[in-house]
Protein backbone atom coordinates (compact mmCIF):
# COMPACT_ATOMS: atom_id res chain seq x y z
CA UNK A 1 0.00 0.00 0.00
CA UNK A 2 1.91 2.98 -0.95
CA UNK A 3 1.41 5.89 1.15
CA UNK A 4 2.65 9.53 -0.06
CA UNK A 5 2.95 12.18 2.87
CA UNK A 6 3.56 15.96 2.79
CA UNK A 7 4.69 17.84 5.20
CA UNK A 8 5.93 21.43 5.75
CA UNK A 9 2.82 23.62 5.21
CA UNK A 10 2.25 26.25 7.76
CA UNK A 11 1.11 30.08 8.38
CA UNK A 12 3.25 32.47 7.33
CA UNK A 13 3.24 35.98 6.18
CA UNK A 14 3.39 37.72 2.76
CA UNK A 15 6.69 37.81 1.34
CA UNK A 16 7.80 35.05 3.58
CA UNK A 17 8.97 31.32 2.57
CA UNK A 18 8.19 27.68 3.29
CA UNK A 19 9.55 24.05 2.01
CA UNK A 20 7.67 21.19 1.74
CA UNK A 21 8.48 17.96 1.90
CA UNK A 22 6.74 14.64 0.18
CA UNK A 23 8.09 11.60 0.95
CA UNK A 24 6.90 8.04 -0.28
CA UNK A 25 6.52 4.46 1.07
CA UNK A 26 6.48 1.16 -0.09
CA UNK A 27 7.48 2.53 -3.79
CA UNK A 28 10.55 2.97 -5.24
CA UNK A 29 9.88 6.96 -5.13
CA UNK A 30 12.76 7.92 -7.06
CA UNK A 31 12.25 6.04 -10.60
CA UNK A 32 8.95 8.50 -10.74
CA UNK A 33 8.11 11.60 -11.71
CA UNK A 34 7.12 13.47 -8.73
CA UNK A 35 4.24 16.19 -8.94
CA UNK A 36 2.71 19.32 -6.28
CA UNK A 37 -0.44 20.95 -6.78
CA UNK A 38 -3.00 22.72 -4.66
CA UNK A 39 -5.94 23.65 -4.16
CA UNK A 40 -7.74 26.41 -2.47
CA UNK A 41 -11.38 26.62 -1.05
CA UNK A 42 -14.31 26.92 -3.64
CA UNK A 43 -11.36 26.42 -6.53
CA UNK A 44 -10.23 23.66 -9.08
CA UNK A 45 -7.10 21.42 -7.96
CA UNK A 46 -3.96 22.74 -10.03
CA UNK A 47 -0.50 21.85 -10.81
CA UNK A 48 2.41 24.16 -9.30
CA UNK A 49 5.44 22.01 -9.88
CA UNK A 50 6.35 18.77 -11.38
CA UNK A 51 10.19 17.45 -11.55
CA UNK A 52 11.18 13.91 -13.64
CA UNK A 53 13.26 11.32 -12.56
CA UNK A 54 15.84 12.77 -14.93
CA UNK A 55 15.79 16.30 -13.15
CA UNK A 56 13.38 18.19 -15.60
CA UNK A 57 11.60 20.80 -14.25
CA UNK A 58 8.22 22.39 -14.99
CA UNK A 59 6.19 25.24 -13.45
CA UNK A 60 3.34 26.98 -13.54
CA UNK A 61 3.12 30.88 -14.45
CA UNK A 62 1.99 31.70 -11.03
CA UNK A 63 4.89 30.49 -9.39
CA UNK A 64 7.34 30.70 -11.80
CA UNK A 65 10.80 32.50 -10.24
CA UNK A 66 9.22 32.15 -7.01
CA UNK A 67 9.18 28.31 -6.64
CA UNK A 68 12.10 25.70 -6.74
CA UNK A 69 11.97 21.40 -6.53
CA UNK A 70 14.15 19.50 -5.82
CA UNK A 71 14.68 15.73 -5.47
CA UNK A 72 17.12 13.85 -2.66
CA UNK A 73 17.19 10.22 -4.00
CA UNK A 74 19.50 9.46 -1.04
CA UNK A 75 16.78 10.55 1.13
CA UNK A 76 13.86 9.95 -0.61
CA UNK A 77 12.03 13.16 -0.35
CA UNK A 78 10.85 15.84 -2.94
CA UNK A 79 10.57 19.10 -1.39
CA UNK A 80 9.11 22.23 -2.97
CA UNK A 81 10.21 25.93 -2.17
CA UNK A 82 8.50 28.45 -2.20
CA UNK A 83 9.58 32.33 -1.45
CA UNK A 84 7.68 35.39 -1.95
CA UNK A 85 5.07 33.88 -0.91
CA UNK A 86 1.73 35.63 -1.58
CA UNK A 87 -2.12 35.34 0.14
CA UNK A 88 -2.83 34.17 -3.63
CA UNK A 89 -0.95 30.84 -2.41
CA UNK A 90 -3.21 30.15 0.09
CA UNK A 91 -4.33 26.26 -0.06
CA UNK A 92 -3.91 22.87 0.42
CA UNK A 93 -0.52 21.32 -0.93
CA UNK A 94 -0.49 17.81 -2.35
CA UNK A 95 1.91 15.90 -3.76
CA UNK A 96 1.31 13.00 -6.45
CA UNK A 97 3.79 10.48 -8.01
CA UNK A 98 3.19 9.96 -11.67
CA UNK A 99 2.09 6.63 -13.26
CA UNK A 100 6.03 6.94 -15.28
CA UNK A 101 9.46 8.71 -14.69
CA UNK A 102 8.75 11.68 -16.79
CA UNK A 103 6.40 14.70 -15.89
CA UNK A 104 5.96 15.15 -19.71
CA UNK A 105 3.30 15.00 -22.01
CA UNK A 106 0.84 16.92 -19.74
CA UNK A 107 2.20 17.12 -16.42
CA UNK A 108 -0.62 19.01 -14.93
CA UNK A 109 -3.26 16.41 -15.87
CA UNK A 110 -4.00 15.13 -12.55
CA UNK A 111 -5.18 11.22 -13.15
CA UNK A 112 -1.68 10.92 -14.34
CA UNK A 113 -0.92 10.36 -10.80
CA UNK A 114 -2.24 7.38 -9.33
CA UNK A 115 -0.91 8.52 -5.71
CA UNK A 116 -1.39 11.46 -3.67
CA UNK A 117 -0.91 12.85 -0.74
CA UNK A 118 -3.09 13.73 2.34
CA UNK A 119 -1.78 17.61 1.69
CA UNK A 120 -0.45 20.58 3.91
CA UNK A 121 -2.26 23.32 4.53
CA UNK A 122 -0.33 26.37 3.13
CA UNK A 123 -1.80 29.89 4.77
CA UNK A 124 -0.55 32.80 3.64
CA UNK A 125 -1.77 36.18 5.83
CA UNK A 126 -1.36 39.66 4.38
Known amino acids: HVQVVESGGGLVQAEGSLRLSCTAS????????VGWFRQAPGKEREGVSC???????YYADSVEGRAAVSRDDVAHTVYLQMNSLKPEDTAMYYCAIRRNALCSPSWRQIDAYPYWGQGTQVTVSS
Open 51 to 57: ISRNGHL
Open 26 to 33: ELAFDDYG
